[in-house]
């Protein structure tokens, strides 16, 4: 069974850090363009960041810009999320998602994370 299962999320003050990771099972992710989104209650799920499969092509949400880096080791078959800075408004629900093609900011992803809760509060 294919599937991403995500870790990482939690309580933080703003100011603070966090790393999200994913790790794929029943599928190899170095063939996949991979994306973290996020979604705030009652809103459609968000664009945050998107990477490509060789790692070569990256794009950010201008909101994330400079404080949030996406990552990914082929080799352990997981990516990554290192989310710096944190403000309130980055407090949301995070998915992953791998899509077998090239990377889009659109949600039209092949596999999904459960998504794991991201707190920025003091």
């Known amino acids: 069974q294919s599937q991403l299962v995500e870790s990482g999320g939690g309580s933080v003050q703003p100011g603070g850090s966090l790393r999200l990771s994913c790790a794929a099972s029943g599928f190899t992710l170095a063939y996949y363009a991979m994306g973290w989104f996020r979604q705030y209650p009652g809103k459609e799920r968000e664009f945050v960041a998107v990477?490509?499969?060789?790692?070569?092509?990256?794009s950010y949400a201008d909101s994330v810009k400079g404080r949030f880096t996406i990552s990914r080791d082929n080799a352990k078959n997981t990516m990554y999320l290192e989310m710096n800075s944190l403000k309130p408004e980055d407090t949301a629900v995070y998915y992953c998602?791998?899509?077998?093609?090239?990377?889009?900011?659109?949600?039209?992803?092949?596999?999904w994370g459960q998504g794991t809760q991201v707190t920025v509060s003091s």
């Open positions: 998602a791998a899509r077998f093609a090239r990377i889009s900011t659109t949600t039209n992803y092949n596999y």
């Open positions: 990477l490509s499969g060789t790692g070569s092509t990256t």
